[in-house]
Structures are given as structure tokens and as C-alpha cells.
């Protein structure tokens, strides 16, 4: 049995394509686990309503603390060999778990599956007739090189069907955005056998008022802590380019937010942003290219080189 874990907060009117996409699934082998993370709107009547209509569905009724904090209330309950996420305002293909389940009987040992997701705008249908081939990975470099290759998608927590024994010590951080990018970083080191296909079983559903597409936020620095922690975790590992690949992106995520911080008027992030990319640019030989590597060599020899490019991306139109 598998076990779906559906984080729930304020979400009224996108619940319900959740869960269509789920009761009609192809294989009836799981249980659905809401967990209302202290919804203000509906949503949590919502969930109550789903459990009496399909005894498949468990609901957990919480304070707010987070997508963490309601995936892991999940975890702690779930009772299925396999763990798979799924957002409360995205949706599965019809034949999403059949497709991962017959991929786990031809296949003797593993500890993910890793799938692909299709941004929508809630009008995505999967393809019925998709075939694709399943990849088996044993080694750990290869598995940090495809997290860079495939960005998003191989860093989702939602692209995944995991053993559940993978998550009997392991938990989202949380307090923190971007806990996905967190939680591969010490997920992977644990993995001896990853298994990669190209199925396209996830709606990722684009809308303006989900976290990771809010405007800026002091916590979206979060982000480069986060990198610190894989470019240490990488070192100890001795894959040195990769180490150099993320303190590259760091640098790039770096100047990003920097722009959105002064535009929004977040000067003391402004501030700490603009200290990180000079101990990144004095401390680190990058592979940078364009208007990236221009600020990279400005800031190794002036503190002004964040704010210069700042202006002159918004006398251009681009900040």
C-alpha cells in the first residue's frame, strides 16, 4: 500500500481537482492522508467531507506550522510500504500510482522512484499511452549531477515515490522555505539505489498565491543557507566540481535576490545579500558567464558592485 500525503492549507478551490485526481485512480491501493495545516477558509470541512465519502481517506486537523510541519504530521501516521507527497493544489495522472507500481514489481530493490511533473494552469491531462524506460542509479555522484541537470523537478519532494522505511530518521525541516532543496541534500547520501524514469505522472499547478511564487520575503534567503549546507556536504563527499557548480548557482541565486530585495524595499536583506556576494566572490573561484561574471569580478573589487548592477538592470527594464 501506498501512502499519499496531501498538505492542506487554505486551498478551497483547488482541493477538489486534488482529489478527483485521486479517487480516480487506476490502482484503489493507498490511503490518503489530508493534513489541514489550520486553514482559515473551507478547506478543513473539506477534508472532513472527503473522509466520509471514501474510508481510504485519514484527516489530520493541526495549528498552522508550515508545508514541513504538514508533512511530517503525515509521516507520523502513515501506514503504506511507499511514500508519495502530493500538494494540495496540484493533482496526479488517472494512472500515476499504477505506472510507479508497476515499475516497483519489476524491480527487485530501490529506495526512490523519481518522476517528472508538467507545470499547469490546472488544464494539464496526461498522456495515456506515455511509455518510458526505467534507469537504475547506484551511484552517488551520478545522483547529485542529475539534481543539477534536472533542477525542479529532481529536487521536488512531490516527483518521488519512496520506501517509507527511507523516512523512519528523516523529516522536512522545518521553519524554513525551499525544504525541498533541504531535504534531498541529506535524503540522497542515504540512497543506494535510485531508479529514474521519464513518466510525466505530476500536475504542478502555477498560481500566484502559493509560497514559492509570493513576492519577496526575507525568507527566501533561506535558500543560500541551504546551498551552504550541500557545497559542505559535497566537500566531505571530495566532488569538488560539484561544489564549484553550487557555489556558482549560489552567487547567481545570490544577485537574484538582491534585485528583488531593493525593489521591494528589504534593505537589511539588501544588506546581507549584498555581504554574501563578496565573501562568495573573494572566497570562491566561479564558473560564470554574461552579466554574472561581470558583477563577480566588480565585486572583488568594490562593495558598490551590487548596487551598480542593480541600476543599471532597471535602466535596462530587467529589475
Known amino acids: ?23 480516480s485512480q487506476t490502482d484503489s491501493d493507498f490511503e490518503i492522508i489530508l493534513v489541514d495545516d489550520g486553514s482559515t477558509d473551507g478547506s478543513g470541512s473539506l477534508c472532513d467531507q472527503y473522509a466520509t465519502r471514501d474510508t481510504r481517506v485519514r484527516v489530520i486537523h493541526k495549528e498552522n506550522g508550515g508545508l514541513s510541519s504538514a508533512r511530517n504530521a503525515g509521516l507520523s ?4 510500504a511507499y511514500i508519495l507527497f502530493l500538494d494540495g493544489d496540484d493533482y ?26 508538467a507545470e499547469t494552469d490546472g ?18 555522484h551520478e545522483m547529485f549531477q542529475y539534481l543539477y541537470q534536472h533542477g525542479g523537478v529532481a529536487a ?31 535524503l540522497l ?13 505530476y500536475g504542478y499547478v502555477m498560481r500566484g498565491g502559493s509560497i514559492i511564487h509570493e513576492n519577496f520575503h526575507p525568507h527566501k534567503l533561506d535558500v543560500l543557507d541551504i546551498m551552504d549546507n550541500r557545497a559542505d556536504a559535497l566537500q566531505k563527499l571530495g566532488y569538488e566540481e560539484l561544489v564549484l557548480e553550487t557555489r556558482s548557482r549560489q552567487f547567481r541565486t ?10 521591494s524595499g528589504a534593505a537589511e536583506s539588501a544588506k546581507q545579500l549584498q555581504a554574501r556576494l563578496k565573501v562568495l566572490s573573494r572566497e570562491h ?35
Open 92 to 117: 496526479l495522472a488517472p494512472n500515476a500510482v499504477r505506472c510507479l507500481m508497476g515499475i516497483v514489481d519489476a524491480t527487485a530493490d530501490f529506495d526512490f522512484i523519481q518522476f517528472y511533473y
Open 77 to 80: 501516521v502513515a501506514k503504506g
Open 123 to 140: 488544464g494539464w491531462q496526461a498522456d495515456p499511452a506515455q511509455k518510458a524506460n526505467a534507469r537504475v542509479c547506484t551511484d552517488l
Open 189 to 201: 547520501p542515504q540512497c543506494n539505489r535510485v531508479i529514474y524514469t521519464e513518466f510525466v505522472l
Open 1 to 23: 500500500m501506498t501512502s499519499i500525503i496531501v498538505p492542506v492549507y487554505n486551498i478551497e478551490n483547488y482541493l477538489p481537482q486534488c482529489m478527483d485526481s485521486l479517487f
Open 285 to 319: 573561484e566561479l564558473l560564470l558567464s554574461g552579466q554574472y561574471w561581470l558583477l563577480y569580478h566588480l565585486t572583488r573589487l568594490t562593495k558598490f558592485a551590487p548596487e551598480l548592477y542593480y541600476c543599471i538592470r532597471r535602466a535596462c527594464g530587467k529589475s
Open 254 to 263: 545570490a544577485a537574484m535576490l538582491y534585485c528583488q530585495a531593493r525593489r
Open 156 to 186: 521536488s519532494a512531490c516527483t518521488k515515490l519512496y520506501r517509507a522505511p527511507l523516512f523512519e530518521h528523516l523529516r522536512f525541516q522545518e521553519g524554513i522555505t525551499h525544504e525541498d532543496e533541504e531535504l534531498i541534500t541529506r
